[in-house]
């Protein structure tokens, strides 16, 4: 498993180097005796933490004579960081490394609580992408019919009420119509074990070798695929998550569910920046997640790095912060009519 998680983050940054020929080359020169202010939208412990570490050390031996400074902004304090990326004077560099898909939603939800607008950043890179599926532990139900005909909603473990598994996980009931009712105060680890003792009975998991391992002994089954290419040794027979909706779900719910769910990390720069230190900071990450160093470092510390180019990344803000004000409404209205349901297994959702 390690070795082919190797191969596919060479592929990713192999495919990054091609579309970066004729990149700029000169970016240690564009940065060099200058300082990057960076945001770190995480604790300064845990994942998030590990994944800047990784990085912050590659970026420094990218360029060693440019000063790098992070400040760690968690939960809350995250929209914080942003409005003060945003407010970065002219001839700053500034870069934020965040999930996209909380301030998404948190945007959609309360738009008074980030007002910047996502889609006018400069998307550089997106460093975290993972398949995920729909597991439930081994006794339970496979079938839609069984799974929508639960007279009390089915338990699903969650960290905090708005992570972005939380989120998906309630869009999730309510376009399959199958009740859950999301229990706060799980942490990552916990959850799944939660899962495999069967104190809990359905769980969003992201393939990785842990998890491709407790499918392969059959301690947790999966019930179908959210969103992803890779899904290592999983049943080819495993349904997509389309098989549990009907005809009737808005494809706009469809396509924020993959979007969120899919993309992890990622890193942008504010807009106002000069083109040519836009350019200069996504060539150095590219340079970053090309090196061979880089990506050992990774696999062998367990840290999922996957690539995408910024241009993919900005395709995925469209869909996760849609111009349109009617698909964002459909979202906020998909979502609380799954939080309805968790509240009450009767109460069905119009798809």
Partial sequence: ?????????????????MASTGAHADYKEQLAGRKIDVMVGFSNSGSGARFWNLF?????RQVPDTRIRAVFKDGPLTAE????????????????????????????????????NFREAN??????????????????????????????PYLLPVNDPLATATVVSVLLSAVTNIPTRTVVGFGRSARTKALVAGDVDLLT???????????DSGDIKPVYKIVGDDFGGLDPDTPDVTAFVGDDVPLE?????????????????????????????????EAVV????????????GIPVEAKSGDVLSQQIETLIPKDETARATILSTYECGLAMSQNAGHTCPY
């Fill in 290 to 301: 090309s090196d061979p160093d880089f990506l050992q470092e990774a696999i062998v510390n």
């Fill in 205 to 215: 998991l992201g393939i990785e070798p842990n998890i491709v391992a407790l499918i």
């Fill in 123 to 152: 998307w550089l890179l997106s460093v975290e992408n993972i398949s995920f599926v729909m597991a439930a532990k081994r006794d339970l139900f496979e079938d839609p019919a069984s799974l929508q005909a639960a007279t009390s």
């Fill in 81 to 116: 960081g942003i409005k003060e990326l945003y407010g970065s004077e002219a001839g700053d560099l500034a870069l934020g490394l965040i999930r996209p898909p909380e301030v998404a939603f948190t945007q959609i939800l309360t738009p008074e609580a980030v007002t910047e």
């Fill in 1 to 17: 498993m390690i070795h082919r998680l190797l191969r596919r983050a060479i592929v990713a940054a192999g495919l990054l180097a």
């Fill in 253 to 285: 719910v469809i396509d924020f569910i993959r979007a969120a769910r899919g993309m992890g990390r990622a890193f942008f720069a504010p807009p106002g920046l000069a083109d040519e230190d836009v350019a200069a900071l996504r060539d150095m990450l």
């Fill in 56 to 60: 912050s050390t590659h970026m420094r």
